[in-house]
């Protein structure tokens, strides 16, 4: 069965938004160019923020499951926006930045290819109208493992 998923959004003034899902809040605005105050994550870059969110998950989850010593993960996205509306994204960059104690590359290549095309819902649905990269480093965490 198809799992239902919901969220509201608030008007609190000008263009300050509150969003509530599953009990969290999340502070919504636009720029001051745009009516705003800059007081919360434009709707748009809250998309990026959804995806980072999504396959950092995926990754960790997949590393974990193959053993890999991480002690960190940042993953930064990047997304360029049309300049006609409704100004979708058009390119998207999602770097990962993988720290631990012997990782091995091969994983986190794998790890990222498969949130990348089978597990990542935000990828899937962006996809759609954005050309997407992925790229990776992985660092050496030099502290005792």
Known sequence: MAEKKSTTVVWRDDMIFTGYN????????AVKTHGGHDAGISPMGLM??????????????????????????????EGIRADEHPRVYTDINVHFVVTGHDVDPAAVERAIELSRDKYC??????????????????????SDA
């Open 22 to 29: 599953s009990g969290y809040t999340v502070p919504l605005d």
């Open 121 to 142: 819902g935000a990828a899937a649905t962006l996809r759609h109208t954005a050309q997407m990269t992925y790229t990776h480093e992985v660092i050496e965490d030099e």
């Open 48 to 77: 990026l923020t959804s995806l980072a969110g999504c396959t950092a998950m995926d990754v960790i989850s997949i590393l974990r499951k193959k053993r890999q010593n991480v002690t960190g993960l940042e993953v930064q996205v």
